[in-house]
């Protein structure tokens, strides 16, 4: 019989003598071994999990135009094809305008979107109702929803009204001799005046029109009623003051500075634009606790329908990054007149968030190990205690210190052995359960991870014997032999 045969048979028949005492230790190290793979496998596969949960809280990256340039659907979507597919979980597109309901007397801030990808980048909107999905369907906030009493089902006129047709250069350069301007600025209630002005051949106004349909008909309104007020502005020059150039309406203080403010900032008009109402169908209200419920949503075809542009304010990502790679796209993506930028809040909550977690699942997993190490090195002292004589006849027989230190490091590598097996496999099931029931999503199997738990358990099993192994040498055969 070979040294290696012998040295299995004492082995193997030593663990079987002490059953019970072994399927402790074997537990022990099958429970911890369990421990580390179940924990491992989520400390690895939980950014990606992790990464997916956090898409629910919003964009993390914003695409706007460069200064001076203008972003449309054809610039956003050259953009998006830098990024990988597999990354890339929605990009929302926006563009503000302000439209009026002219029969509430009311104007508000309409975003064009794309509903479909408003549900990849925002799945913390609240609907009542349902997403619009047809042309001419809109989305209202809860706020304005509220103000202006619509439900599901109503429908609502909302009308464009066209302003300048250039924003280069100043409103200055604009003021020449028989031009036609065009302005708008906020009157009373953050709703909008919109004023047109023609002028002669010295530059001063020859013709004025003022559309104060959004305020209230009694006051506000009646600047473009009261033919009084209008005469004010006839030869005169632009910049103009309210107060000095221009005497406010009693009891329309508001409006009439917002019809001044309007002339000022006016630009060369468009003439062929011309105000359009269209009717639309509101088929949910849109509830959050945030700033949208003071918003109106449709399409951005429906928006670019009504005002004959084709043009973006803002395009939300949401990208399945950690923050290095958020930063590399961002870089990536800036350049050619568009500008990406990081959601600063959206990106450290996540990176803050996957680090503590990962610390959490780090922690818990050394815990467990060193309880492991503790037991099954509390087991194999007391398996050294019942076999001191065994031990003290085989050094008084001639059996050398290394040999004992073999067998018992042998019974404990054979348990880690064992336990790793048991608990690679009972591991991925564990991280798999959690995972599941956790994060509603299955884990990926590494198969790396299988040797990887059995050596770490046979490493560990080693280590507990140290100071059993420590005890059995030091054993003196004479006084366990005496009966002492």
Known sequence: MTKRRM??????????????????????????????????????????????????????????????????????????????????????????????????????????????????????????????????????????????????????????????????????????????????????????????????DEAKIKEIKIDASTQTPEYGGRTQTEPGFAEQFIGKTLPLEAGEDIDALSGATVTSTAVVDALNAARAADESAQPKTTRYRVTGILVTGGEEEGYVFMSTDDLTALTGEDRLDVAELSISADEAQLTEYAQALTGEGVTARLVKRVTKSETAVLGKLQALVFLVTVVVLILTMICVSTTMMAVVSERRREIGLRKALGASDNSIRGEFLGEGMFLGLLGGVLGAVLGFAFAQVVSVNVFHASIVFRPLLLPVTVLVSMLIAAASCLMPIKRAVAIDPAIVLKGE
């Open 7 to 200: 040295f299995l048979r004492m082995v193997t028949a030593s663990l079987l003598r002490r059953r019970s005492r072994m399927l402790i230790a074997l537990l022990s190290i099958g429970i911890g071994a369990t421990i580390l793979a179940g924990m491992v496998t989520i400390y690895y596969d939980v950014p990606r999990q992790m990464r997916a949960q956090m898409r629910s809280y919003g964009a993390n990256m914003l695409l706007m135009p460069t200064e001076g340039e203008t972003l449309d659907s054809e610039k956003l979507a050259e953009a998006l094809d830098k990024l990988p597919e597999d990354a890339l979980v929605g990009a929302s597109p926006y563009r503000y305008v302000r439209l009026d309901m002219t029969s509430r007397q009311q104007s508000f801030t309409t975003a064009g979107t794309d509903f479909a990808q408003v549900q990849k980048t925002s799945p913390y909107f609240s609907v009542e109702g349902r997403y619009p999905e047809a042309p001419r369907e809109i989305l209202v906030g809860g706020e304005i929803a509220e103000t202006i009493g619509v439900k599901v089902g109503s429908d609502m006129e909302l009308t464009w009204q066209p302003t300048a047709k250039d924003a280069s250069g100043s409103a200055e350069d604009d003021r020449v001799p028989g031009a036609t301007l065009a302005g708008s600025a906020k009157g009373f209630g953050d709703q909008m005046v919109y004023v047109t002005a023609t002028l002669d």
